[in-house]
C-alpha cells in the first residue's frame, strides 16, 4: 500500500509574521537542500539498480517460473551467459506501444477534461476542484480530483470489452507485459528529464524549487515542488494516482483472466488478491482529496523518484503476487483463505480509521470525539519561505496515541496478507512485504526528521507524548 501515504495531523491556521526568515523557513520543508554522501550513493544506486531490479523479477517469472535464486545460480555456475537471458527477453513492439500511448492518453482525457460528477450523487465523497495544502512559498494549488470517476470509467469499459464488445482479450495486460514495461520505462524516463529541465528552464513557480547543485541528486528527488502545465494538469497528482493506480486493478483483472485461460479457473488466492488489493486502489481514489494532504504531495519534489517510480516500479512490483499467481496457482483451505482475509481487513480497518481520525481531527480544528472523548494534541508553529507563520494541532489521542504512524501498522498487515496468499513455496511474492517495510521505515524516520526541522521543541514534546513510531512498546 505503498501509493497512499500519511499525512500531517493538523489544522492550519495562518498568520502574518513581521520578519521574513526565508533561509530557516525553506530548510523546514520537502526535501534536502544539501547533499551528504550516503545520499548521494543511495541516489546512485537507486538510478542504476531500480531499473534493474525490476527487470530481474519480471525476466524471474517470464525464464524461470518466479524462482528469484535460479538465474543468479545459471549465471555463477556458467550454464547460462547474461546474452542468453537477455535474448529471451520479449522486446518493444508496435503493438505494446499502441496500446500504452492510447492509455495514457486515454488517462489524461479523463483527467483534464471530464469534471467530476460522481460527487454529486455518491453521499461522502468529495470530488471535484479541491484545495491543496500550502507550499513552501505559501501557495494552495487547486486540484480537479476526479480520480474515482476515472476509475469507474476505465473498469466499466474493459468489463464491457470483457463480456460484450470482445475488441480485446482480458488477458492483453499480461500477453503483453514485458514490451509494455518497456514503454513504461520510456514514459518514466521522458517525464523525469522533461520535469528536469522544466525546473530549471520554465518553472511554474521558481519560488517552490530546489537546487542541490549535485544533478544525480536533483534528477532523481525532483526540482520543482509542484510542476503543471496549463492551469490543471498537476504532474504530482496524475503520475501518482494516474496512470499507475487506475491501472493496478485492470492488470490483477488480466492475471486472473490467464489463470483462467490457462487453468480453466481462477483461484481463490487470485480472488483474495483482487479483492484485498482491489478494496486499497477504491480506497485511494475515493479519498484523493484527502491525498492532497499527504507528504507525497506536501513534501516530495517531483523528479525520477516520482515520475519513473509511479510509471515503473508500483505496476510491475506491486502487482507480483497476481503474476506469480498466473504461474503458480495455489488453492487455499478454506480455513487459511478465511484467516488471510481477516488479517487484510483489520489491516484495511487500522489503515483507514487511523487516517479518518487525523481527518476528523483537522476538519474539525480538535472540535470533535475520538473514541468517545475529546482528543488531546499538542499546539505546534512553524513557517512558510514567504515569512507567513502557521499552527497546527499534533494529535496525541486514538490510534495516535498509540504510534506516531499506526496507519503504515494497518498498511502492513495489509502487505503481508497479499504475500501470505501466495503461500510458501517461492520469496518472490515475499518482496513487497519487505519493501514495505523498509520503506514505511524509512519513510518515518525521513518524515520525523522534516517535522523535527519544521516545528523544532514543539516536535521533541510531541514525540515524548507519543514515543513508538509503528509497534506499541516495540518502535
Not at 59 to 72: A, E, G, H, K, T
Not at 203 to 230: A, H, L, S, V
Request: with cysteine.
Amino acid at each position: 500500500m505503498g501509493a497512499q501515504q500519511e499525512k500531517k495531523p493538523s489544522e492550519e491556521r495562518k498568520y502574518r509574521n513581521t520578519q521574513n526568515n526565508t533561509q530557516t523557513s525553506q530548510v523546514q520543508w520537502g526535501r534536502a537542500w544539501e547533499v551528504d554522501w550516503f545520499s548521494f550513493a543511495s541516489v546512485l544506486f537507486l538510478l542504476m539498480f531500480a531499473p534493474l531490479i525490476v527487470y530481474y523479477f519480471i525476466m524471474s517469472c517470464d525464464q524461470y517460473q518466479c524462482c528469484l535464486m535460479n538465474p543468479l545460480i545459471d549465471l555463477l555456475t556458467g550454464n547460462k551467459h547474461l546474452s542468453d537471458i537477455w535474448n529471451k527477453t520479449p522486446m518493444p513492439t508496435y503493438r505494446a506501444a499502441g496500446i500504452y500511448a492510447l492509455w495514457v492518453t486515454f488517462q489524461v482525457v479523463l483527467y483534464i477534461c471530464l469534471p467530476d460528477f460522481c460527487h454529486k450523487f455518491l453521499p461522502g465523497y468529495v470530488g471535484g476542484v479541491q484545495e491543496g495544502a500550502v507550499t513552501p512559498a505559501g501557495i494552495v494549488n487547486k486540484y480537479e480530483i476526479n480520480g474515482l470517476q476515472a476509475w469507474i470509467i476505465t473498469h466499466v469499459l474493459w468489463f464491457a470489452n470483457a463480456y460484450y464488445f470482445h475488441y480485446f482479450s482480458p488477458t492483453i495486460i499480461f500477453d503483453n507485459w514485458i514490451p509494455l514495461m518497456w514503454c513504461a520505462n520510456i514514459l518514466g524516463y521522458a517525464v523525469s528529464t522533461f520535469a528536469m529541465i522544466k525546473g530549471y528552464f520554465f518553472p511554474t513557480n521558481p519560488k517552490d524549487c530546489k537546487f542541490t547543485g549535485n544533478f544525480f541528486y536533483d534528477y532523481m528527488m525532483g526540482i520543482e515542488f509542484n510542476p503543471r502545465i496549463g492551469k490543471w494538469f498537476d504532474f504530482k497528482l496524475f503520475f501518482n494516482g494516474r496512470p499507475g493506480i487506475v491501472a493496478w486493478t485492470l492488470i490483477n483483472l488480466s492475471y486472473a483472466a490467464k489463470q483462467q485461460e490457462l487453468y480453466g479457473q481462477v483461484t481463490n488466492s487470485m480472488i483474495l488478491v483482487n479483492i484485498l488489493q482491489g478494496i486499497y486502489v477504491l480506497d485511494f481514489f475515493w479519498n484523493e482529496a484527502w491525498y492532497l494532504k499527504t507528504i507525497d504531495i506536501c513534501h516530495d519534489h517531483f523528479g525520477w523518484y516520482l515520475g519513473w517510480g509511479d510509471c515503473v516500479w508500483l505496476p510491475y512490483l506491486y502487482t507480483l503476487q497476481g503474476l506469480y499467481l498466473v504461474y503458480h496457482p495455489v488453492q487455499l483451505g478454506t480455513a487459511n483463505a478465511i484467516g488471510i482475509l481477516i488479517l487484510g481487513f483489520i489491516g484495511y480497518y487500522i489503515f483507514r480509521m487511523t487516517n479518518h481520525q487525523k481527518d476528523l481531527f483537522r476538519r474539525t480544528n480538535g472540535n470533535c470525539k475520538i473514541w468517545g472523548k475529546k482528543p488531546e494534541y499538542i499546539e505546534c508553529s512553524y513557517m512558510s519561505v514567504e515569512g507567513t507563520k502557521y499552527y497546527s494541532k499534533l494529535m496525541t489521542s486514538g490510534f495516535w496515541g498509540w504510534a506516531r504512524h499506526f496507519n503504515y501498522t494497518g498498511d502492513l498487515m495489509g502487505s503481508l496478507a497479499y504475500c501470505l496468499a501466495c503461500g510458501f513455496e517461492h520469496i518472490l511474492p515475499y518482496f513487497y512485504i519487505v519493501y514495505m517495510t523498509i520503506l514505511l521505515t524509512h519513510r518515518c524516520i525521513r518524515d520525523e526528521h522534516r517535522c523535527l526541522s519544521k516545528y523544532g521543541k514543539d516536535w521533541k514534546r510531541y514525540t515524548v507524548a507519543v514515543p513508538y513510531r509503528l509497534l506499541p512498546g516495540v518502535f
